[in-house]
């Protein structure tokens, strides 16, 4: 018989919602449940594609012994990460300080009144390798609920504060200069794996943030390594099973330091972030090869990962058939079995192939990036890629892995940015329209809901929005803005942004929180400042409201980034793997920011001078532009209210376009050439 949880829409809770465990989602019925019965609440977080969260599940929650030990013992609460940060970052907050560790599944014990008083990770079910047995800690948690209640609620009202202490230490920056961002630079340097690319020494992460930072040092600093350091990263990271060579996208991240054996999970976000990071190389280098990676992570989302509305997909899991990899794998003659001796022998060439296997006696295809060697994406040659279909053919007919199809808000707009730059830099529109519809369906969505939302599936949607949310999509709007020069984007990421201050930004403690103002009560209000495997939503924000406050002329804006930066500055600089996004912004405050005003009565004419700023790398800019310029619609649109647009006017058939720097402006060109000498003069770049 199913359990509450079949009920609610997270195809995370779904997947256990046949456990003989009385699962409760979060809310106030379980917390009521739990007074009346006088028990503590079992708290269980995870998400979909999380392989230990699956072990936990069929070892411990579809265990019927352990199942009658929670139903009888406590109220157990399962919660899907994605669909709740808000509840995930406190309660792994206090996990962590409890243990000095954290991770997915979180095994939370709290009171009543949701106070953490114990917790962890995943428990086998059995003592096992120093572990305590989940049925051990199971009943040692009950008696101490029974018989040393005081100790315990102390112990959680002590969790509590230290939390909210942890969250509004801060050390101030002084001054703003760029000693910080050598400081960054250093401390990368130092991490650097100059073997095989990226940081730390064995299980490693994408840090796609930490190298958009470098590519920015890199403008002013080419002498220093720190262009290097990318290319290494992002050349060994495509060459190792962390890509998936044959359907295209990132893997999470690699266990060992040369990206070969993935975790197989793969995640929207770490396919929007790297995707966009390999346009901006390609931008950089010119090197084909980048903008190859880029195109075909765009064809993976779009092919496997976007649904009917143009929304995209949260996450495809790492397990299938029960074993983790088992759809990305190939067995010792499984590639003879298919290929012809030709195609073997070209597979050999290209792949790095052993006969011992790479995981578990199997093999995972990868190649050795040396040289001209780039796999299937650095050649034209037809045999290969022929191979490369015949073999993604013959993967598509296998158990395929849990996808999870909710489409969060965020993330969603992460992906719609990295398109809006696939379009920008290659030129080809088919991205702008994935971008298009993605966003107008976001906006469908909040319409219909009456505000912004975090999750939503079949058009349902989930929680209230989180900060997170609305500055992404303000970005996702600002960028959509520069692809069309229509300053209807502008208009709506500027209501956005009123909204965001009035709900998240305390001013008289100077902080954004994570959760609206009229968000559920919980135990602390969040307020994370860590850039982790997505942007923080404090970082989103305050690059949002610099580029709304150039934009606009907005003091209050501007007031808020500087208040921002001057508590995160230090800390950045000196973990910069965790701060990768905000040093970019940093980067953006100190160093000149361009101006651009076009203004036109014909698109086709305003986006060719637009396409003038992506013919190099130039992060620190802003567009405010009217490509639909007509006198009847003055009032409509708004664009003699913008300082760099007002009482300018094109002549007609002609767009005219401004450089600018602190709204101090150029005299006007009216031609894509003269556009883009005014850009290198003013930037240096080539």
């Not at 990460?81 to 962590?96: G, N």
């Not at 095994?107 to 009144?113: G, I, N, P, R």
């Not at 053919?393 to 992460?414: E, M, Q, T």
Request: net charge negative; aromatic share 12%.
């Amino acid at each position: 018989m199913a359990n509450k949880l079949s009920k609610e829409s997270s195809p995370y809770l779904l997947q256990h919602k046949n456990n003989p465990v009385n699962w409760f989602a979060w809310g106030i019925d379980a917390f009521a449940e739990s007074k009346a019965r006088d028990v503590p609440i079992l708290l269980s977080v995870g998400y979909s594609s999380c392989h230990w969260c699956h072990v936990m599940e069929y070892e411990s929650f579809e265990n019927e012994e352990i199942a009658k030990t929670m139903n009888d013992n406590f109220v157990s609460v399962k919660v899907d990460r994605e669909e709740r940060p808000d509840i995930d970052s406190i309660y792994m907050s206090a996990v962590q300080s409890m243990t000095g560790q954290g991770g997915w599944p979180l095994t939370v014990f709290l009171t009543s009144e949701g106070l953490p008083f114990f917790g962890g990770t995943y428990y086998p079910p059995e003592p096992r390798g120093g572990m305590p047995g989940f049925g051990q800690i199971l009943s040692a948690i009950s008696d101490a609920y029974k018989n040393r209640r005081p100790e315990i609620e102390e112990s959680g009202s002590y969790l509590r504060e230290h939390i909210k202490a942890s969250i509004t230490e801060t050390n101030a920056t002084k001054n703003f200069d760029s000693v910080l961002l050598d400081r960054a630079y250093q401390q990368l340097l130092a991490q650097y794996d100059w073997e095989w690319g990226g940081f730390g020494s064995s299980i490693k992460f994408p840090q796609s943030m930490a190298l958009e930072f470098l590519l920015r040092y890199h403008l002013n600093h080419p002498d220093s390594r720190a262009l290097e350091m990318v290319e290494t990263s992002l050349q060994k990271m495509a060459s190792g099973g962390m890509y998936d060579q044959l359907g295209g996208g990132f893997h999470r991240y690699s266990t060992d330091k040369k990206w070969l054996v993935p975790h197989f999970e793969k995640m929207l976000y770490d396919n929007a972030l790297l995707s966009r990071l390999y346009t901006h190389v390609f931008q950089i280098t010119g090197k084909n090869f980048y903008l190859d990676v880029a195109e075909d992570i765009y064809e993976y989302v779009d092919r496997d990962m976007t649904d009917e509305n143009g929304l995209f997909y949260s996450a495809e899991d790492a397990d299938s058939e029960g074993q983790e990899g088992t759809y990305y794998l190939w067995g010792p003659n499984e590639f003879r079995r298919y290929l012809t001796d030709m195609e073997m022998t070209q597979l050999r060439s290209t792949f790095s192939l052993s006969e011992e296997g790479d995981f578990e006696g199997k093999s995972i295809l990868h190649y050795d990036p040396k040289g001209l060697n780039m796999g299937f994406l650095g050649t034209e040659d037809p045999n290969l890629l022929n191979i490369r279909q015949k073999l993604a053919d013959i993967r598509n007919n296998r158990p395929k892995p849990f996808k999870d199809n909710k489409s969060l808000l965020s993330w969603n707009a992460l992906m719609s940015l990295s398109f809006i730059d696939g379009y920008l830099i290659a030129k080809d529109e088919r991205w702008l329209e994935k971008a298009k519809l993605n966003i107008n369906s976001l906006l469908d969505l909040i319409n219909s809901n009456s505000g912004l939302f975090h999750s939503s599936k079949k058009g349902q949607v989930g929680s209230y929005g989180y900060l997170e949310d609305y500055s992404a999509l303000i970005l996702a709007m600002l960028a959509m803005h520069e692809a069309t020069l229509d300053l209807e984007w502008l208009g709506k990421a500027e209501k956005i942004a009123e909204i965001l201050v009035t709900l998240f930004w305390n001013g008289h403690e100077s902080r954004l929180y994570d959760t609206p103002a009229n968000g559920d009560k919980l135990i602390i209000r969040p307020s994370e400042s860590y850039d982790n495997a997505t942007p923080s939503g404090s970082s989103m924000t305050a690059e949002a409201l610099f580029k709304l406050s150039l934009i606009t002329d907005n003091k209050e804006y501007l007031n808020i980034v500087i208040s921002l930066l001057r508590s995160i500055a230090t800390i950045a600089s000196e973990h910069p793997v965790s701060f990768g996004n905000w040093l970019c912004i940093y980067d953006s405050y100190i160093y000149p920011t361009i101006e651009i005003a076009i203004i036109a009565d014909d698109p086709k004419h305003a986006l060719k001078m637009r396409d003038c700023l992506y013919e190099s790398y130039i992060p620190n800019h802003i567009f405010c532009g009217n490509a639909y310029f007509s006198h009847t619609e003055k009032t409509r649109n708004k664009w003699n209210t913008y300082p760099l647009l007002n009482d300018r006017e094109p002549e007609t058939d002609i767009a005219m376009a401004y450089l600018c720097e602190n709204y101090v402006c150029e005299l006007p060109v009216s031609s894509a050439t003269e556009l883009l000498q005014l850009i290198r003069q003013k930037t240096k770049v080539s």
